[in-house]
């Protein structure tokens, strides 16, 4: 996994606002870095998160939904101009946040208790440095 696992230990799991985060490869959704086993999200839902991140059109979210770790999340909010590469997406007391950079894509999940800005922001953070770095 490299270099990019200390993305996910240090400064997405690490700072307390999810529990679980992937980075990938938007070319290929092949993962480059993870830190969970319990909530392992598929390639069949790194593909459909890609999808959202790279059409023109993410509102699809909002119709259908998006699944990680088998849960079905719902769309609560879309990539808009002031942060082009964000989705956020809502389960029960829980959510995630995913972004892009230029080529990777970032996905923060998180659970009861956290603030789920804080979640964003901090996806949003890691993307935009990894795509400030040529990635």
């Not at 829980?94 to 804080?118: Q, R």
């Amino acid at each position: 996994m490299g270099d990019y696992q200390a993305y996910i230990d240090d400064s997405l799991v690490g700072s307390g606002h999810m529990h679980t985060a992937y980075i990938w490869t938007l070319a290929d959704n092949g993962y480059v870095a993870y830190n969970s086993t319990e909530w392992a999200v598929q390639p069949e839902e790194i593909a459909k998160l890609t999808q959202l991140l790279t059409t023109g059109d993410a509102n699809d979210v909002f119709v259908s939904g998006c699944h990680l770790a088998g849960e079905k999340y719902i769309g609560i909010r879309p990539r808009n101009a002031e942060q082009a590469s964000l989705i956020v997406v809502k389960l029960k007391d829980g959510g995630a946040a995913f972004a892009k950079s230029g080529t990777m894509g970032v996905l923060g999940i998180y659970g009861a208790g956290v603030n789920p800005a804080d979640c964003n922001t901090t996806v949003v953070s890691i993307a935009d440095y990894l795509a400030q770095n040529g990635l």
